[in-house]
C-alpha cells in the first residue's frame, strides 16, 4: 500500500507513520509512506519517501490512501489578522495542491482522510456533542468548516472523504501537554478560570489507532459498502453519490479543566494551587483564549458504533501511559 501524507512530519503525522510502518512489518505486508514537504531537504526517517508540492503538481504517481494533516496550530499564536490569514492559508493551500492531483490522476486513491478540529463544533458548553450535532459559529468553526468544504470537493473526482475532528491530543511530545509541563514542573500548574470547562481530549496513541482503523475499515471490501456499513448519523453531502462521513477523535470520556488539571498534577507529583483568571487569559490572548475558557464536550459517537475500542480511554490512564 502506498499512503501520501501533508503534515506527515507533524505531531500526528510522525506518529501515524512510525506506528502503521510497524503493523504492516508485523503483519509482513509491503507498505510504502511519502511525506509532502515545502522542503525536501528536511531531516526525516529513512524509512520515509519525500515529495515536494512541485513534484507532486508533476508526478504520475498513484497513493491508495492520502492523509492530510498540513496546518499551523491553532493555539500557537495570538489570533490576530494576519495570523488568522495563515491559519487559513495553511490549510487550504495544501488541500488545493491534493485536490489538484487527484483531479487528474488516471489511478485514483481510494480514500482521502482529512484533518479538521473539535472547533467545527463552535462554543456549546457543557452540551454533548456527536458527528450530527449542529454547529455554533465562531472563528473556529469557520476555519474548520472551510477546510472541510475544500477537502470534500475530492468527492467530485469519485474519492470518498473521512473526516476527522480531533480534540485536545494528550502526549508529552507536542500539542497542550507539552506547553504544559515547564510550569507544571515548576509547581506553578493551575486550572484556568473556575475550572468548570469541558475539555474534549484524546491521546496520541489512539488517534493513531483511530486514524489506522478509519482507513482499514473503509477499505475493507469496498469503500462504498464499507462506508455505508458503519455510518450511523455521521455522513456528510456531497454532490454525487461518493461517500463521505465525519468522526470525532476525542476520548468518550471528555473531563472539566479542574479534573485535568489535578490529574496533570499527580501525574508529575507537582502542586496544583494556581489558578489563572478568566480576565487575565482574555488579556493574555484576545480571541484565543476561547480555545481555554470555553469547553466543548464532543464525544465520538460514530467510532464507538464503528467497534473502534479506546486504548487509554480515560485521562488517568493516558498520562500513565505516556512513554
Keep these: 500500500m502506498n499512503i501520501l501524507i501533508s503534515g506527515g512530519s507533524g505531531f500526528l503525522g510522525s506518529a501515524f507513520s512510525n506506528e502503521i ?26 524509512h520515509i519517501n519525500m515529495m515536494t508540492y512541485d513534484e507532486l503538481a508533476a508526478s504520475d504517481k498513484s497513493f491508495n490512501v492520502i492523509l492530510n494533516l498540513a496546518g499551523a496550530g491553532i493555539a500557537d499564536a495570538r489570533w ?19 485536490l489538484a492531483f ?13 484533518g479538521s478540529a473539535i472547533g467545527w463544533y463552535g462554543t456549546q458548553g457543557d452540551k454533548p456533542l456527536t458527528e450530527s450535532s449542529g454547529f455554533e459559529i465562531d472563528f473556529a468553526h469557520k476555519l474548520c468548516d472551510g477546510w472541510e468544504q475544500l477537502a470534500l470537493k475530492a468527492t467530485e473526482s469519485g474519492v470518498p472523504v473521512a473526516i476527522v475532528r ?20 515548576m509547581g506553578v500548574g493551575g486550572q484556568l478560570g473556575d475550572g468548570k ?19 482499514e475499515k473503509h477499505l475493507a471490501n469496498n469503500t462504498e459498502q464499507a462506508a455505508k456499513a458503519i ?7 456531497t454532490a454525487n453519490d461518493t461517500p463521505a462521513v465525519v468522526y470525532n477523535l476525542t476520548s468518550p470520556n471528555p473531563v472539566t479543566n479542574h479534573t485535568f488539571t489535578k490529574n496533570v498534577g499527580v501525574w508529575l507529583h507537582r502542586p496544583t494551587f494556581f489558578t489563572l483568571p478568566e480576565f487575565l487569559l482574555k488579556l493574555m490572548f484576545g480571541e484565543m483564549s476561547t480555545l481555554l475558557i470555553d469547553g466543548q464536550k ?11 475500542e479506546f486504548k487509554q480511554p480515560t485521562l488517568k490512564q493516558a498520562l500513565a501511559e505516556q512513554k
Design 298 to 308: 464532543v464525544l465520538p459517537q460514530a467510532l464507538l458504533n464503528a467497534g473502534y
Design 197 to 215: 470547562q469541558i475539555m474534549s481530549w484524546v491521546s496520541r496513541d489512539d488517534w493513531v489507532g483511530a486514524a489506522i482503523f478509519i482507513i
Design 21 to 46: 510502518l510497524k503493523r504492516y512489518q508485523q503483519m509482513d505486508r509491503e507498505l510504502h509512506i511519502t511525506w509532502l514537504t515545502r522542503d525536501k531537504t528536511q531531516q526525516h526517517p529513512t
Design 80 to 98: 490576530s489578522d494576519a495570523r488568522k490569514e495563515q491559519l487559513l492559508a495553511s490549510r487550504m493551500k495544501p488541500t488545493e495542491s491534493l
Design 166 to 185: 480531533t480534540g485536545v491530543v494528550i502526549h508529552p511530545e507536542g500539542g497542550m501537554l507539552s506547553k504544559l509541563l515547564t510550569p507544571f514542573k
Design 231 to 237: 455510518t450511523n448519523n455521521n455522513t456528510l453531502k
Design 102 to 114: 487527484i483531479a487528474r490522476s488516471s489511478i485514483k486513491p481510494k480514500l482521502l482522510v482529512s
